[in-house]
Each structure stands twice: as structure tokens, then as C-alpha cells.
């Protein structure tokens, strides 16, 4: 079992420039999650699913779109990307069971220029 | 979602038992207390829930007095590698979406 995995790891972007990032699960999760983390500060979420072919915002959405494409499959868009998006953007999946806990990817260090 | 408060930053030495206090008055009759860590350059790791009373993993233990507007992640004979941020979150994951709040967490140093 690989987890959730990320891609990429690192990205450098410029200003306008637009990207997705790939987040896929193997554990049969229901609910999959997108949070970014700026520095000194806890996760913030962006936007989840909570089960296959519906999304939701959460606290943070503006500048983003998700597509949960599949159930293992949620990815997060930037269209047009701006330096307020520098940030490491985590991905995480639940599936229910007795403490409904999120198991998180490795992360994605993205830096907007 | 409740609000939680818990203190910046904590040191302890390694051996020592650490609690770390997490403060949530406006926790709801649902609500559960979760704790997750946080080692630098991962995303969190699930600890320990728990609705009441007393409860002990093989990797922790979470004490919630009667009155549940506080609690206290235990962490016995702590070592190095317990260096990490440790998120106090309170809400009703299990039938909310598993929706987290994250807060800024204690960051633990634990030293030789």
C-alpha cells in the first residue's frame, strides 16, 4: 500500500501561469481532501469530497478548482497562479471507521514567482 | 467548529513525560477532541480521539475531564524524534465529512 502519494513534489511557477496537482489514494477512501500550509501556520483547507463525483469548498477555495476524477483520483488546479499561492499543499483521504481519521501525502512545495 | 486554544511552543528533555493542554469551551454535545502530529517537511499524523474520560494508545494518552472544555495529550518518556507540531482539533468528524480545522499547534523540542 503506497498511501496517498502526490505529484509533483516541487514546482516552480511564474505569475498567470496554471498547473494541476495530482493526488491519488489506495485505500478505498470514500472522502478525499486538498489543504494548503504556509509557513508557521496550521492546514487550512481549500476543498474535499466526500465521496466519488461530488466536491465541496472549504475555507480557503478562491484561485482553485478540484476534480475528483475517479475514487482513488483528486487533483487541484491553479488556472492562473499568483505569488498569495505560494505555499506546500497536502492531500488527504478518510474512509470512515471508528475515528474517521485523514491519512495525508507527502505534500507539494509549490512557489509562485 | 469549536475553537481550540493550546500553547505556541513547549521544551522538555528527553525521558520526560509531556502534556500538552488543549483549551476548547465551545465543544459541542457531538463533538469529538482529535490530536495529530506533525513532523517537519509531512503532512499530520493521526494520534488519539476521544469523547470523554481517559484514552491510551500505544502511542499516547488523552485525558478529558467531566466537563469536556479542556483536554490533555500525554506523551510518556518522550525521545527525540518526538520533536514535532502537535494539532488539538474538536468537531463532529465522524458525521460532518471528516472536515479538519486546523489550528497553529504546540511545537514540542524535545532535547538530550
Known amino acids: 500500500n503506497a498511501g496517498v502519494t502526490q505529484t509533483p513534489k516541487f514546482q516552480v511557477l511564474k505569475t498567470g501561469q496554471s498547473m494541476t496537482l495530482q493526488c491519488a489514494q489506495d485505500m478505498n477512501h470514500n472522502s478525499m481532501y486538498w489543504y494548503r500550509q504556509d509557513p508557521g501556520m496550521g492546514l487550512r483547507l481549500i476543498y474535499y469530497s466526500a465521496s466519488e463525483g461530488t466536491t465541496d469548498k472549504g475555507e480557503v477555495p478562491n484561485g482553485y478548482n478540484v476534480s475528483r476524477l475517479n475514487k482513488r483520483e483528486f487533483s487541484l488546479r491553479l488556472e492562473s497562479a499568483a505569488p498569495s499561492q505560494t505555499s506546500v499543499y497536502f492531500c488527504?483521504?478518510?474512509?470512515?471507521?471508528?475515528?474517521?481519521?485523514?491519512?495525508f501525502g507527502p505534500g507539494t512545495r509549490l512557489t509562485v514567482l | 467548529l469549536a475553537k481550540t486554544t493550546q500553547p505556541i511552543s513547549m521544551d522538555s528533555y528527553e525521558g520526560q513525560e509531556v502534556n500538552i493542554t488543549c483549551s476548547h469551551n465551545n465543544i459541542a454535545t457531538n463533538d469529538y477532541i482529535t490530536w495529530y502530529q506533525q513532523f517537519p517537511s509531512q503532512g499530520p499524523r493521526f494520534i488519539i480521539q476521544?469523547?470523554?474520560t481517559k484514552v491510551t494508545n500505544e502511542v499516547a494518552s488523552l485525558f478529558i475531564p467531566a466537563d469536556r472544555k479542556s483536554s490533555t495529550l500525554s506523551l510518556p518518556r518522550v525521545s527525540l524524534s518526538d520533536t514535532a507540531v502537535y494539532y488539538c482539533l474538536v468537531g463532529d468528524y465522524r458525521n460532518q465529512g471528516g472536515k479538519l480545522i486546523f489550528g497553529q499547534g504546540t511545537e514540542l523540542s524535545v532535547k538530550p
Open positions: 476521544g469523547y470523554k
Open positions: 488527504a483521504s478518510s474512509g470512515g471507521g471508528i475515528n474517521n481519521e485523514q491519512f
